[in-house]
T-cell receptor, first 111, second 114 residues
Framework: GESVGLHLPTLSVQEGDNSIINCAYS??????FIWYKQESGKGPQFIID?????DKRQGQRVTVLLNKTVKHLSLQIAATQPGDSAVYFC??????????FGEGTQLTVNP | ETGVTQSPTHLIKTRGQQVTLRCSSQ?????VSWYQQALGQGPQFIFQ???????GRGNFPPRFSGLQFPNYSSELNVNALELDDSALYLC?????????????FGQGTRLTVV
């Protein structure tokens, strides 16, 4: 079936570096994508979203890039901080408001 | 904080029992979705409620059922609990009139079935 997956299960970076988390999706009909951050013991927290008619969207220290040609989504975090350590999920909106999540990438920020 | 609250935060049940989990949606939101998140996995869509009716369902058996109330709060009921039902159950609320349908999640209920 259609699914959203991630290229790397873990990512370790030094504090202050930029982080890039990748995601592949397979449903070419999806029109909306979201990145969530999930800290241990908490629910997913909305970070940033992007519609399929956009290639790039920027937020505070975060940028999402969408490449529809290769069905690839990425999340860039600038000047990564220890508080950014968490699991990051990309999610794809399929039918209605149903979200399909990938398996997640564990980001670890080393001081 | 998203304004989505879930209760209880943790509970332990015995195989075969029934459980009810509760969710209060964020103010102004009229749609509630439930997800199951197994350890180390991404959330899996269970079902969604809109205007007190089920509006989409994932690949979960009928022993997973739900309700939505006039105030848009919701319950998830699971009958005949199995060990594999142990997971974090997440509730997400959204507003159906928002074309982006941004969903905000609660903190989840950690269910352990023994």
């Amino acid at each position: 079936g259609e699914s959203v997956g991630l290229h790397l299960p873990t990512l370790s970076v030094q504090e202050g570096d930029n982080s890039i988390i990748n995601c592949a999706y397979s449903n070419s009909a999806s029109d909306y994508f979201i990145w969530y951050k999930q800290e241990s013991g908490k629910g997913p927290q909305f970070i940033i979203d992007i519609r399929s008619n956009m290639d790039k969207r920027q937020g505070q220290r975060v940028t999402v890039l969408l490449n529809k040609t290769v069905k690839h989504l990425s999340l860039q975090i600038a000047a990564t901080q220890p508080g950014d350590s968490a699991v990051y999920f990309c999610a794809e909106k399929t039918s209605g408001s149903r979200l399909t999540f990938g398996e997640g990438t564990q980001l670890t920020v080393n001081p | 904080e998203t304004g989505v609250t879930q209760s209880p935060t943790h509970l332990i049940k015995t195989r075969g029992q029934q459980v009810t989990l509760r969710c209060s949606s964020q103010s102004g939101h009229n749609t509630v979705s439930w997800y199951q998140q197994a350890l180390g996995q991404g959330p899996q869509f269970i079902f969604q409620y809109y205007r007190e009716e089920e509006n989409g369902r994932g690949n979960f058996p009928p022993r997973f059922s739900g309700l939505q109330f006039p105030n848009y709060s919701s319950e998830l009921n699971v009958n005949a609990l199995e060990l594999d039902d142990s997971a974090l159950y997440l509730c997400a609320s959204s507003y159906a009139g928002n074309t982006l349908h941004e969903a905000f999640f609660g903190q989840g209920t950690r269910l352990t079935v023994v």
